[in-house]
């Protein structure tokens, strides 16, 4: 999901996704919440291929969110897609 921008998004995550996943003992991991120094396409890229599952959001029609969530496809991870209504997906 978008990283910023969006304080519906940010809502979104901070109220809705990151609670609910955290309520099952489960990590919920944003890479832009990450301490790290490299190329943020690299960690993305790791935390994708780490993941148990993603949850994809697709609201805004974000390039980098579509390639994303087909690398996830090619990996064969388990990925629950989210869009604000209306959102042309």
Same mark, same amino acid.
């Given at each position: ?26 990590? %919920? ?9 490299? =190329? ?13 599952? !993603? !949850? ?8 980098? %969110? ?13 990925? !629950?897609?989210?869009?604000? =209504?209306?959102?042309?997906?």
């Amino acid at each position: 999901m978008s990283f910023g921008g969006n304080a519906a998004l940010e809502d979104h995550y901070k109220y809705a996704i990151k609670p609910t996943i955290e309520s099952f003992d489960l990590d %919920c991991i944003r890479v832009d919440e990450l301490q790290y120094n490299g =190329k943020i396409t690299d960690q993305i890229i790791s935390s994708i291929q780490n993941a148990h599952f !993603i !949850i994809a959001d697709l609201t805004m029609e974000r390039p980098n %969110c579509y390639y994303e969530l087909g690398y996830a496809h090619a990996l064969n991870k388990a990925v !629950i897609h989210t869009a604000n =209504k209306g959102s042309v997906i």
